[in-house]
């Protein structure tokens, strides 16, 4: 089928759903199912009448222009409308085949943040923590909820890892290409010869997955109870109310210990596994297809690295999209859209080259 056929194809699809629904013919489960295929092929269908209607009034320029008995003025009038439909064609194209995009059935899902600390000791947990902070802050300006579900601190303020649920709209189309080793170049606090040392943190966004896509089985689960442990002492649970959860057929383990429920570290760590155990599957998934493969999060070694902060030059470079930026302190404080709308950008052009 070539391009415009599958146009024409998706506009008699829509007229075909609009005439139906409108029939008063169809009721339950299949109106409600018809209702959400025309409300996600209207904007799409807009989209693609703008292009064919502008295709057309080009065809009808060219018809004009070789017309014999059209009279030097209209040719005139029909030359200006051609040049400035030429201009705008190739951005409308592109547009239509943006559109018609496949889409990540994960893209409009929240997410699970999880954030470690890789190869740097002291240092690498600081950063971490920032990290972190960074990407709570980026919740806040998106107008997000960014609920923190575990941090294991180290112990002089920086994270071994840490976990949050970040909800709202959109969430993981946005974070998705955050996921891999982070790396900080900067003279550490505890240097006492000024040098600049390199560390590492992980990244790992996934999208939350909920019970109707991720079912598990109480068979496939060993959950152990125990007390919590914390800090100095203080604020330590009485009860065993701490939870450790272990996937057997996959090994997997999650553990939960900041809430004094026992039922909500449960209930905490199960979101965890099920969004850990979903992204494997789409990982499974995507591998299967046409060898597309995710970005893996790697070891934390310093030499794997999608980006860079480097403090000394106030210098954040995107390793995978060559972008950099000389404002560190603005990424830090969450301005990452334009990292995030590069990579996304990125990531259409390259799926749009593959349909080519």
Known sequence: MSFEDTLDALVRRHQELSDTLGSGKVSGQDFAKMSKEYSELSPLVETVQEFLKAKR????????????????EMKKMAEEEMYALKARLPEMTKNVQLALLPKDAADEKNAILEVRAGTGGDEAALFAAELFGMYQRYAGKMGWKFEVMSVSESGIGGYKDATAEVTGRGVFARMKFESGVHRVQRVPATETQGRIHTSAATVAV????????????????????????GPGGQSVNTTDSAVRIVHLPTGLIVQ???????????????????ARLYE????????????????????????????????????????????????????????LNEFIEALIADDQAMRLSELN
């Open 206 to 229: 996934l999208p939350e997955a909920e019970e109707v896509d991720i079912k598990i089985e109480d068979k496939d689960l060993r959950i152990d109870v125990f007390r919590s442990s």
């Open 256 to 274: 939960q210990q900041d809430e004094k429920s026992q039922h909500k570290n449960k209930a905490k760590a199960l979101k965890v596994l099920r």
């Open 57 to 72: 009034a080009f065809a009808d320029m060219e018809q004009m222009m070789a017309d014999p008995a059209c009279d030097a």
């Open 280 to 335: 494997m599957e789409r990982e499974k998934l995507a591998n299967e297809r046409a060898g597309m493969r995710k970005e893996q999060v790697g070891s934390g070694d310093r030499s794997e690295r999608i980006r860079t902060y480097n403090f000394p030059q106030s210098r954040v470079t995107d390793h995978r999209i060559n972008l950099t930026s000389y404002n560190i302190d603005a990424v830090m404080a969450g301005d």
